[in-house]
């Protein structure tokens, strides 16, 4: 049973450019996270989607980021434009379906570097 | 508004003693919390939970405890071996909807760095 997967694990762009980190998550898992990790701070929060549905997104910056989790595929998580201060570790965590308390497994993490 | 707090950056023990990880909360609407494992590079590993109905919840060398009254949670790890150091995340989801019965996101403390000498 795969655990969640991201990638790239490792993106590095220009300022300016576009950047997409993709998240799969568990088998059997619909709910989706993301989360970003600055050097030297805890992680935050961004966004929560479900299955073509965005739950919160509270967390997520109002201008340049988007994030979709289509009935197919990974989710996306797009940062338009990029700047210096996008460079973290962006993480994808899931839990599965259904009310109650579910604990949220993380994947590896996407390391963004802006050049 | 930090709602989790992990106060001690740093904690160092030696290998078969116990470690203590602290964690403090302001959120009173909070009623379940994780402790995570974070290795450099990689994703947080889940560890343990606990419900805010219970004080306390063991899973082998890894104890959580809960103090409602003084909005505090601690992480026994007993005996500490040199495989454990990594960063120590508290985390506590937040109802989707006032009174609603699913959760949501994750609010979580600054980490602290456990290192476990031999």
């Known amino acids: 049973n795969a655990g969640v997967m991201q990638n790239p694990r490792h993106l590095v762009r220009r300022r300016g450019q576009e950047a997409r980190l993709r998240c799969s998550p568990m088998?059997?898992?619909?709910?989706v996270y993301w989360y970003r990790q600055l050097p030297e701070e805890g992680l935050k929060f961004m966004v929560y989607?479900?299955?073509?549905?965005?739950?919160?997104e509270s967390g997520m910056p109002k201008e340049r980021f988007s994030a979709e989790f289509p009935k197919e595929g990974p989710s996306i998580l797009r940062i338009q434009q990029v700047v210096r201060g996008d460079s973290a570790a962006y993480f994808c965590?899931?839990?599965?379906?259904?009310?109650?308390?579910?604990?949220?497994?993380f994947g590896p993490g996407t390391r963004l570097t802006v050049t | 508004d930090q709602q989790v707090k992990q106060n001690s950056p740093s904690l160092s023990v030696q290998e078969g003693r116990i470690s203590i990880l602290n964690c403090d909360y302001t959120?009173?609407?909070?009623?379940?919390f994780l402790w995570y494992k974070k290795y450099p590079a990689e994703g947080p590993t889940f560890l343990i939970s606990?419900?805010?109905?219970?004080d306390k919840n063991e899973d082998g060398r890894f104890t959580v405890f809960l103090n409602k009254s003084a909005k505090h949670l601690s992480l026994h790890i007993v005996p500490s071996q040199p495989g454990d150091s990594a960063v120590y995340f508290c985390?506590?989801?937040?109802?989707?909807?006032?009174?609603?019965?699913?959760?949501?996101?994750?609010?979580f403390g600054q980490g602290t760095i456990l290192t476990v000498h031999p």
């Open positions: 985390a506590a989801p937040l109802r989707e909807n006032a009174g609603g019965t699913s959760y949501g996101k994750l609010t």
């Open positions: 088998k059997g898992h619909s709910h």
């Open positions: 606990i419900s805010s109905i219970k």
């Open positions: 959120n009173s609407m909070f009623d379940y």
């Open positions: 965590a899931s839990s599965p379906t259904g009310t109650g308390f579910h604990e949220q497994y």
């Open positions: 989607l479900q299955k073509e549905n965005i739950i919160d």
